[in-house]
């Protein structure tokens, strides 16, 4: 007899035809075994911005949606665990900025989109750099500068990509435009995707930011700006930052809305909501997710010289994005514990295995030191340190996202 999470992980990979009869063995499945297949839960009210009615409070999740966010938001949690570790043992150089704590934004606004939907963000991605599927080992590898890394380790932290996916941006606001420009070239090829462009409070006072808002709103162009509100730009907090911490109204002209970034079914709704409004001609959306990063800005940070320990330590006991999702779940019986600690067990081994390998691989040689600098490369070489010693270029993998 096959278990439920089997049923859910074996569907996952189907055709649409096969995929829904195998939803339907399995809803039979749940229903004779006396689980809940589908549940139903009440957000946080919505604030809205120029909007006379925003996404519904009511919302719902089946067995196989839920196993699957809370798959990924705890293997997001593991992973910036093993990169925390990682760091401390200086086996990550440089910048490392974690996620933890925020898990239910991204996971939330992954679960609404569709196959012509992109993302661009800043440099808090591991997570997201998962979830737009780029293997556990390939996260990790790029943090340690192996070759089995998404950018064959030559991006590190900061500077992840994959298809659909326009990485982390260190400049502080970069992505604001550069998001901007990806929906546009969407809208401009009639593919009908958004672009969800994510910043942090810290980056909402960027003037660049706004200028795209402008040009964004002139030409109704379909991109979602996200304002990841974790409380603290880099060591300042958002009152001390901001004349208005209300992001979601700081786009005057263009509707907004508040969300509960801590609830991961929340934030899937508002997602959900953008993309129907932003594919409906009516331009862009500005999505506030109020959330908590509980390690420091970066690895450098020990994130207790602006906060009290005790201040992280309630967010973590009564808002904590992965618990109080598995606490609905359970009660609602659309799982059992042994079923999440199935889960539990597998994400660990993977993140494990991953982290071992991150470790043990090599670096990549000299020879591609300059691979892929461009897609097509109108000049043999590339300048070195010094111009009496240039780099050959070489393609090493293909340009994900050349269209």
Same mark, same amino acid.
């Given at each position: 007899?096959?278990s439920?999470?089997?049923? @859910?992980?074996?569907i ?10 195998g ?9 004779? !075994?006396?689980?809940?297949s ?6 946080k009210?919505?604030k809205? !911005? =120029? ?17 699957v966010?809370?798959?990924?938001m705890?293997t997001i949690?593991?992973i910036?665990t093993?990169?925390? &570790?990682?760091y ?12 933890s ?18 993302i ?5 991605? !591991?997570?997201?750099?998962?979830l ?16 089995s890394?998404?950018a ?6 900061m !500077?992840?990509?994959?298809?659909n ?5 260190g400049i ?17 090829k ?10 942090g409070?810290?980056?909402? &006072? ?13 030409m109704n162009i ?8 974790n409380?603290?730009g880099?060591? @300042?907090?958002a ?5 208005? @911490? &209300? ?9 907004g809305i508040?969300?509960d970034?801590?609830?991961?079914l ?5 997602? =959900? ?9 009516k331009?862009p ?9 509980y ?6 940070d #020990?994130g ?14 009564t808002r ?5 999702? =598995? ?7 659309l799982a059992? #514990? ?15 295995a991953?982290n071992?390998?991150?470790k043990e691989?090599?670096?990549i ?11 097509n490369t ?7 340190i @010094?111009p009496w ?7 090493v993998g ?6």
């Amino acid at each position: 007899m096959f278990s439920s999470i089997q049923l @859910t992980r074996n569907i996952a990979h189907l055709s649409p035809r096969t995929k829904k009869n195998g939803r339907l063995q399995l809803q039979k499945f749940l229903q004779s !075994h006396g689980f809940a297949s589908e549940a139903s839960f009440e957000t946080k009210p919505y604030k809205l !911005h =120029k909007l006379e009615s925003g996404p519904s409070t009511h919302v719902s999740v089946t067995k196989e949606d839920a196993l699957v966010i809370y798959r990924q938001m705890n293997t997001i949690r593991r992973i910036e665990t093993a990169a925390g &570790n990682l760091y401390k043992e200086k086996i990550v150089r440089g910048f490392c900025h974690l996620y933890s704590g925020q898990e239910a934004c991204a996971v939330g606004m992954r679960s609404a989109m569709r196959k012509q939907d992109s993302i661009i963000s800043a440099y808090r991605v !591991h997570g997201w750099t998962y979830l737009m599927g780029v293997p556990v080992l390939g996260v990790l590898a790029e943090l340690t500068g192996r070759k089995s890394g998404c950018a064959r380790g030559k991006g590190g932290s900061m !500077h992840m990509y994959c298809k659909n996916f326009y990485g982390g941006n260190g400049i502080v606001g970069a992505q604001g435009p550069l998001g901007t420009g990806v929906a546009f070239a969407s809208q401009y090829k009639e593919e009908g995707g958004v672009c969800f462009t994510l910043y942090g409070d810290g980056a909402a &006072n960027q003037g660049q930011l706004f200028e795209a808002y402008n040009i964004a709103k002139l030409m109704n162009i379909p991109v979602i700006y996200v304002c990841e509100n974790n409380g603290y730009g880099m060591g @300042t907090s958002a009152e001390r930052s901001s004349a208005s @911490t &209300n992001y979601y109204t700081r786009g005057d002209y263009i509707p907004g809305i508040w969300v509960d970034g801590m609830d991961v079914l929340a934030v899937r709704e508002a997602a =959900k909501f953008a993309i129907e409004y932003a594919t409906s001609g009516k331009g862009p959306l500005i999505l506030e997710t109020v959330t908590y990063r509980y390690s420091g800005h970066s690895m450098s940070d #020990p994130g207790t010289s602006y906060r009290t320990r005790d201040e992280v330590q309630v967010v973590r006991q009564t808002r904590d994005p992965i618990t109080s999702f =598995k606490e609905k779940i359970i009660n609602t019986e659309l799982a059992t #514990p042994d079923e999440l600690k199935a889960i539990d067990a597998e994400i660990k081994k993977e993140v494990d295995a991953a982290n071992k390998t991150a470790k043990e691989d090599t670096e990549i040689t000299m020879e591609e030191i300059a691979g892929d600098v461009y897609s097509n490369t109108l000049e043999p070489t590339i300048r070195n340190i @010094t111009p009496w010693n240039p780099l050959t270029h070489k393609r090493v993998g293909p340009a994900l996202n050349l269209k």
